[in-house]
């Protein structure tokens, strides 16, 4: 029997000692952190639109953590402590199935876009593998008002009647729209505090949109005169534009304006094309028709070689032949402010 | 001292004997049809990866799926596997009947009521969180806990009477095993400290201490037990296994955290992660040395012993899935890695190339003792072989696929293109499952056979139905 209690209440007690360093206390410790400037508790709708999320299990494709590596550049700053204070259940995930959704309200802005790709993401991102979650959605005859039905291509919508989203689906869309990184003050912040050797690697991938890109490109993408690589153009533009544009540059009729033969991207002024990159738009008025959904802006995510690679790709692609524009350009454009 | 192996049941009576068989037998079906509907989930959700509207609506939903075959995994099928396996090893190690069959009837239908119960929350939505592996709402939760501490009672009761002085090793492993596990489940239930990044400290204990302080250490006792038998000698080091237990216990509570490298989890948490994931590689290739060197000069016996190419292959699985864990636990590989399908093929490479395969090995060897009932030998090879390619191509697509993605990714390319360049990856995956899915229906046909079905070599079974046999 002694060789029993010292076997089993031994092990037992040193678990039991491990569990609560390694486990518990770390839990209560760290369950105390501050939120970080901005960071902000949800409204009902978008606590209720995190339940969704929850219960459709949204977190076993999507994280919600930026590590503060060259590759997580593009989904926003490197995750803060004090960006959790009001995750519970934290939704950090293991896998990226999917992008990353911390930022994805500055990202993807656009509840049109965002309906759209929720009731089947194919009609979007023709090689997605989400699931569609059409069940989120009915389908009616006359619209509630005060609701926007959901801008279907053809291909995806009912032979009769449109398409609203129901309740749950509002609410996951008032989550979604709340995902955004606050700005964070000074560099110690930037990191997390946590990251001591990261930082500087952090740091030194500033740009990572030019780094990232410059490697993307293979050899035979000569930069020409104006210093346009039309491979990194491509690269950005699917990697930037192409969710609502499309790969094709048509967009899709009623949400999201074409820029094949689009006016702005073939004149021979760019002044309009680079400020919309820049600074994105609201509201817009595209050939007669006004566009509902917002673009985001890129200023403050891409530098401006990959912003005029971006538009002259866009200017030379489909058959556009809007007269290229130098980074100089889009320099000068960034300079006039908004 | 290495004894306990050789049991000889001449002080049990025959009614005990039977009596733990049909709990053993029990416990073996009902994990079997777990592991059958926790493999067509996955084989559905592989599918789904080819053909992303396939099963449409809430129900069949890949964010509600996943987590059903993840927890019938482990709460369905190999848990309960691995506590009847442990059972039946503890009586017989300490040459004494079960100190109660009623009770270990009572956790089989804990064990069976939560997984149940977890299945169906989950697939209406009401996931606690999508906290890996504690997915369940907590009062099912709760269930399985109560099972889990019926069942250390049960076993410290039987090796508590035991006949023999000392206590087997499979004993040491099993009950620590079930007796940590219930110190983990608690930690995961209870509430009141975990908010925000304090969660995330917590998840990333519980996700490795549910894997690595209940699977291994039962899996591992199996093995101590099944192995010697299988091979006639004992256990090639007694002390080394005794070392691995307690290596095995201060190291593998500590490395949780590097399953969140880079997060703003505090730094050194990380750091001591990643050191202790290294550490474990004492009890690692030490367990793994000393099962491989009780199987020296025995090739030759491979050729004609399925279970003990099961075992074989489990402890490879061990030896291969472990040293993995460790390798990836380094920041520079996990800058790669993390994140992607790679880690997917890590955990099917120690779940099933390990946990999985142990338990087979154990099953195969063991019951058949139990009951006086043989699977066929052609049974024994189709499980064998398409259980062993299936994890094969699944594992070895899953890692090239996964590490292209992570290269994609380091090299900025779009995010889309990682997906398409998983996608002849995830054909192969399925491939792979496939055959393992069938394998597990040739199993089910074994298990048939070693418990219910009709032999000329053994009297039937006396306690078939579940309420006969708890009197």
Redesign the interface.
């Known amino acids: 029997m002694n060789k029993l209690v010292l076997i089993a209440g031994g092990s037992t007690l040193v678990y039991a000692v491990l569990a609560l360093m390694m486990g518990v206390l770390p839990g209560i410790a760290l369950s105390g952190t501050a939120p970080g400037p901005g960071v902000e508790p949800l409204t009902a709708l978008q606590a209720e639109g995190r339940a969704v999320y929850v219960a459709n299990g949204c977190s076993y494709c999507h994280t919600q953590q930026v590590r503060p590596l060259p590759q997580d550049k593009v989904y926003g700053r490197p995750s803060a402590r004090g960006d959790f204070a009001y995750q519970t259940p934290e939704l950090l995930g293991s896998q990226r199935t999917g992008p990353d959704l911390t930022n994805i309200a500055v990202r993807q802005p656009s509840a049109v876009w965002q309906y759209i790709h929720l009731y089947n993401p194919r009609a979007l991102v023709p090689e997605s593998v989400m699931p569609a979650f059409d069940w989120m959605f009915q389908v009616v005859d006359d619209v509630p008002p005060g609701v926007t039905p959901v801008a279907l291509p053809k291909a995806y919508a009912p032979a009769a009647g449109v398409v609203v989203p129901t309740h749950d689906a509002q609410a996951l869309l008032a989550y979604l729209m709340s995902l955004k990184q606050p700005a964070l003050r000074g560099d110690a912040a930037q990191n997390g505090g946590a990251m001591p050797a990261i930082a500087t690697s952090s740091a030194g991938a500033a740009d990572a949109g030019a780094t990232t890109s410059a490697r993307a490109a293979g050899p035979a993408a000569a930069p020409s005169d104006n210093g346009y690589d039309a491979a990194k153009g491509q690269v950005l533009f699917i990697a930037n534009c192409a969710a609502c544009h499309q790969a094709t540059g048509e967009g899709l009729p009623g949400a999201f304006p074409a820029l094949k033969g689009n006016a702005a991207v073939n004149d021979a002024d760019a002044t309009t094309h680079i400020r919309a990159v820049l600074h994105g738009l609201q509201g817009a008025d595209v050939g007669g028709v006004v566009y509902a959904s917002p673009m985001p802006p890129f200023a403050d995510t891409l530098g401006d070689a990959d912003i005029a690679n971006i538009v002259n790709y866009e200017r030379s692609a489909w058959g556009n032949h809007g007269a290229p524009v130098t980074m100089q350009q889009v320099t000068a454009e960034r300079a006039k402010g908004k | 001292m290495q004894t306990g192996v050789a049991a000889h049941h001449s002080s049990l009576g025959e009614k005990d004997n039977r009596a733990l068989a049909s709990i053993f037998a029990a416990y073996t079906v009902s994990a079997t049809l777990w592991l059958l509907f926790a493999t067509a989930v996955g084989l559905l959700l592989a599918y ?2 080819g053909a ?2 396939f099963g ?3 129900w069949l ?4 799926l ?2 059903i075959h993840t927890n019938a995994t482990f709460y369905g099928w190999a848990s309960v596997a691995l506590v009847g396996l442990a059972y039946y090893v503890a009586a017989r190690s300490s040459r004494i009947s079960l100190y109660s069959v009623k009770l270990a009837w009572i956790g089989l239908v804990l064990f069976n009521v939560a997984a149940v119960a977890g299945t169906v929350a989950l697939d209406l ?8 592996y504690r997915e369940w709402p907590w009062p099912i939760r709760f269930v399985f806990l109560a099972a889990l501490v019926v069942t250390a009672w049960n076993l ?1 009761g039987t ?2 009477r035991r006949s023999t002085d ?2 087997y090793l499979s004993n ?1 492993y099993t ?2 095993g079930v ?2 596990t219930c ?2 489940a608690l ?1 995961a239930i209870l509430p009141w ?11 990333g ?2 996700m490795h ?1 549910a894997v690595g ?1 209940w699977f291994t250490p039962l899996a591992l006792g199996i093995f101590y037990y099944a192995l010697p038998r299988l091979v006639s000698r004992p256990i090639y080091s007694y002390a080394l296994g005794v070392f691995a ?2 290596t095995n ?2 190291f593998y ?2 490395i ?2 590097h ?2 490298l ?6 050194w ?1 990380q750091t001591t992660a990643i050191v202790f994931s290294v550490a474990m590689l004492v009890p690692v290739w030490g367990g793994s040395a000393n099962f491989l060197l009780t199987m020296r000069g025995r090739v030759r016996d491979l050729t004609h012993s399925y279970p003990l190419m099961f075992v074989l292959v489990g402890v490879l699985g061990y030896l291969v899935g472990s040293t993995q864990g460790t390798v990836e636990a380094f920041r520079s590989l996990q ?1 790669v890695w ?4 790679f ?2 093929g890590h955990s099917h490479l120690t779940m099933y190339g390990f946990i999985t395969f142990a338990i087979w090995g154990g099953v195969y060897a063991l019951l058949p003792l139990a009951t006086g009932k043989e699977p066929g030998r052609l049974g024994l090879m189709l499980h064998f072989w398409m259980a062993v390619v299936g994890s094969f191509i699944y594992v070895i697509s899953l890692s090239i696929g996964g590490t292209i993605q992570g290269l994609d ?9 990682s ?2 360049d998983m996608q002849a990856y ?1 054909v192969w995956r399925g491939v792979g499952g496939s055959l393992m899915f069938l394998s597990h229906i040739v199993f089910a046909w074994n298990v048939w056979r070693m418990t219910y079905g009709r032999t000329a070599k053994a009297a039937p079974l006396v306690a078939l139905p579940v309420g006969e046999a708890a009197a």
Do not use: C
Not at chain 2, 262 to 267: D, G, T
Not at chain 2, 338 to 341: A, D, I, P
């Open positions: 789904k990866f992303p509207d449409a609506g809430a939903t890949f964010g509600r996943r987590p939505g009401y996931n606690d969180g999508n906290l890996e410290i090796v508590a000392d206590i040491w009950i620590g007796l940590w110190i983990i930690v400290y975990q908010y925000g990044l304090g969660q995330v400290s917590v998840s204990y519980y201490n302080m237990f307690w216990l201060v509570p500590i949780g955290a399953h969140f880079f997060s703003p989890l505090p730094w948490l800058e993390h994140l992607t399908n880690t997917v990714w380091k090299s900025g390319l779009p995010f889309i293109q997906v398409v995830h």
